[in-house]
């Protein structure tokens, strides 16, 4: 699952499915959203043709009903971006809506590695206003290339069952391109797909415009 922020991507849309779905949408499960505007259009890959959907052969849930997917290109080292993605522990320092965050082992983020945090979660015409408690578990992770975690996101009035949330990164000319996707599953948000797959929208475009106005401040590139 996620949260999330401000960015510059460009406008992505969603491949069609073969079943019927509302716009794509992915805290990480990242809510949060109130911050975005416009969402950017989805891209299906990178230059070199190598798909950005899957994680040591793993991917987010094919099945579910509510899903999101974006990328952006960050003009940075790929080491500076990987480092603020995985040191999980620094996300509150760079992204305004994760408020806790607590590792539950130690050492480096790795397969099998857990994290809890929360993340404040707006009301919607079907849910109030709440703050959602997330623990997530690394299910695949290769250095510098792509993770993917998943695990329940639970608050007073809303209930996430499962959120599986994946990030890739590409190097390419002029910078590096970072891919995320994410899918919700769960009987509440399911009832109201289309108010679900826009939260989780808000919320992944603005961890990566946080994601790369702060790689991109560390790394000294000029903004666009």
């Given amino acids: 699952m996620s949260a999330d922020r401000p960015s510059s991507a460009p406008h992505q849309q969603p491949r069609p499915r073969s079943r019927p779905r509302l716009r794509a949408v992915a ?3 990242a809510l949060a959203g109130a911050l975005a ?3 950017p259009t989805a891209q299906a890959a990178d230059r070199t043709g190598a798909s950005p959907s899957r994680c040591g052969g793993r ?3 094919p099945a579910a009903l509510i899903r999101y997917e974006s990328d952006v290109v960050i003009k940075a080292p790929l080491r500076t971006i990987w480092k603020l993605q995985t040191d999980v522990e620094g996300w509150p320092s760079w992204q305004p809506p994760v408020t806790t965050m607590e590792r539950l082992d130690p050492g480096r ?3 099998g590695s857990r994290f809890r945090w929360t993340t404040p979660a707006p009301a919607t015409p079907s849910t109030p206003a709440t703050t ?3 623990t997530s578990t690394v299910r695949q992770l290769r250095y510098r290339n792509c993770v993917l975690w998943k695990g329940p996101a ?3 009035g809303l209930r996430i069952d499962e ?3 994946l990030w890739t990164f590409r190097e390419v000319e002029g910078g590096v391109r970072v891919h995320t996707e994410e899918t919700w599953t769960g009987d509440q948000v399911e009832a109201d797909v289309p108010t679900a797959t826009q939260a989780l929208g808000q919320g992944l ?4 415009r946080d994601l790369k106005a702060t790689a991109e401040a560390r790394s000294g590139a000029r903004p666009r």
């Fill in 59 to 61: 991917g987010v849930d």
């Fill in 205 to 208: 475009e603005a961890w990566l």
């Fill in 109 to 111: 983020l790795r397969k």
């Fill in 154 to 156: 639970i608050g007073e």
């Fill in 132 to 134: 959602l408690q997330i």
């Fill in 27 to 29: 805290v990480t499960l």
């Fill in 163 to 165: 959120g599986v949330h």
């Fill in 37 to 39: 505007a416009t969402a």
